[in-house]
């Protein structure tokens, strides 16, 4: 199986459902721990702590980077030592593979 980070996002404009729970909650699976599925489930979130502001920066806008090179774009919330990290895809009111990519992609960076 194709690593989820090594996919590309598909333009989405709609027409498509979105995934099912049970398909969601498998492919949260390949996520890190802290990614957590909504109780509605049709947004992903995850926290991410940083030690200063400009940590918490650097990460935004390597988040930002990602979002611009896949055409996928997060809903961010952040103070001076988190960030809060939200995927969800408009084009269908919830959630498709392209929020798990984008997740797997912010994982990677993580771990870089
Ligand atoms: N980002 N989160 C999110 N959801 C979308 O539906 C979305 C997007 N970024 C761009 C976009 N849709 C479309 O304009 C392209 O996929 C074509």
Redesign the pocket.
């Known amino acids: 199986m194709t690593e989820l980070s090594e996919k590309t ?6 027409g498509v459902d979105p995934l099912s729970r049970e398909e969601a909650e498998k492919m949260r699976g390949q996520l890190a721990g802290n990614w957590q599925l909504a109780d509605d489930g049709k947004s992903i979130s995850a926290e991410f702590r940083f030690k200063e502001f400009y940590r918490t920066m650097a990460f935004i806008n390597a988040v930002a980077w990602v ?1 611009n090179q896949q ?5 961010i919330a952040f103070g001076y030592n988190y960030a809060n990290i939200t ?6 009111g919830g959630l ?1 593979e ?2 798990f990519i984008c997740a797997a992609r912010i994982d990677a960076l993580m771990a870089g």
């Not at 055409?71 to 809903?75: A, S």
């Open positions: 996002c598909k333009p989405c404009e709609g979002a055409d996928h774009h997060p809903d995927f969800s895809t408009h084009a269908i498709s392209n929020d």
